[in-house]
């Protein structure tokens, strides 16, 4: 059965510091794969996503993601966080018929600490 | 556009009485999905549909819950009676076939008490 792991539930980077936030899963085919940003009080707004070709992927707000095959990661990168990147970041993978249902990780909480 | 709209943004009630969560989504999206957030659970799917119909509802916790689409820019999630466990944030997405994309409206908190 397809299913995201993200290892870490909360992370604390200095302002000004670089980000990385995991994501493996688990998926037999080629993976369609998305990271989501909900900030407090919030809806979830779709970041980034991979369907194919290159494997690094620009999203909004300066995130890139690298989808690794080998290693079944996704993991979000960020050079450089600002205090408003604080909010909780999900991945998820895009399994079954085309179009139809997420599954997501159980997210990584961001605090940015000054 | 003005992205995936649901109604009410909050919504407390007594135990026992029934609830109606409404949404409207994005014009000309195909699918429209019913997730439920808690801490404990994390973020499930509840239904979703393709096209106003009904495509999997394994999600649904049991027979207290119900959806319906009845067209394309609306639908409601509907628990009846309503009980304390059912306190969530609820979320409607829609999204444009073939794509996995979904949009995401803010969610309606529920506090059942």
């Known amino acids: 059965a397809q299913s995201v792991t993200q290892p870490d539930i909360h992370i604390t980077v200095s302002e000004g510091a670089s980000l990385e936030l995991r994501c493996n899963y688990s998926y037999g085919a080629t993976p369609y794969l998305f990271w989501y940003v909900q900030s407090p009080g919030q809806g979830l707004q779709l970041l980034l996503k991979y369907f194919s070709g290159d494997t690094l992927v620009q999203g909004i707000k300066g995130f890139e993601a690298e989808f690794k095959r080998s290693q079944s990661s996704f993991n979000l990168r960020k050079p450089s966080v600002h205090w408003s990147d604080a909010a909780e970041y999900f991945c998820?993978?895009?399994?079954?018929?085309?179009?139809?249902?997420?599954?997501f990780g159980k997210g990584t909480t961001l605090s940015v600490s000054s | 556009d003005a992205g995936v709209i649901q109604s009410p943004r909050h919504e407390v009630t007594e135990m026992g009485q029934e609830v109606t969560l409404r949404c409207k989504p994005i014009s000309g999206h195909d699918y429209l999905f019913w997730y439920r957030q808690t801490m404990m659970r994390g973020l499930e799917l509840l239904i979703y549909?393709?096209?106003?119909?009904?495509?999997?509802d394994s999600g649904m916790p049991e027979d207290r819950f119900s959806a319906k689409m009845p067209n394309a820019s609306f639908s409601t999630l509907k628990i009846q009676p309503s009980e304390p466990r059912d306190s969530a944030v609820y979320f409607c997405?829609?999204?444009?076939?073939?794509?996995?994309?979904?949009?995401f409206g803010p969610g309606t908190r529920l506090t059942v008490t």
């Open positions: 997405a829609s999204g444009r076939g073939f794509t996995y994309e979904q949009y």
């Open positions: 998820a993978v895009g399994a079954g018929q085309a179009g139809t249902a997420l599954i």
């Open positions: 549909f393709n096209n106003n119909v009904p495509i999997d």
